[in-house]
């Protein structure tokens, strides 16, 4: 089974992904363009073209655009598994709450 998979995330001027964690795989994210605040756990972190974190198996964590442009960031997962499916939410503008 593949243990790994590299996602390239784009979100749009001052939205948010969904406050989420993964039972299975830890996140290490890249900005490539515009400017990023990162929620994990209780730490905040503003992060900028070239900067880059590690999200940790098990940490809630949120993505937002906090800039004027869009935000693309790189999303390596590695885990012993990959799917979709891991995925816990507790809070979602979208409606996708587990």
């Known amino acids: 089974d593949k243990k790994w998979q590299v996602k390239l995330i784009n979100v749009k001027p001052k939205e948010a992904l969904s406050l989420q964690l ?3 795989r830890s ?10 605040k990162v ?3 209780d730490k905040v972190l503003f992060l900028s073209e070239n900067q880059s974190t590690y999200i940790p198996v098990g940490a809630k964590h949120r993505l937002t655009n906090v800039g004027e442009l869009p ?3 790189i999303e390596v997962q590695s885990g012993s598994y990959i799917g979709e499916d891991d995925i816990v939410r507790f809070e ?3 409606g996708r709450l587990n």
């Open 22 to 24: 993964h039972k299975y």
């Open 92 to 94: 979602d503008k979208y």
């Open 71 to 73: 935000l693309a960031i």
């Open 39 to 41: 929620e994990i756990e």
């Open 27 to 36: 996140e290490h994210w890249v900005v490539v363009s515009g400017k990023a």
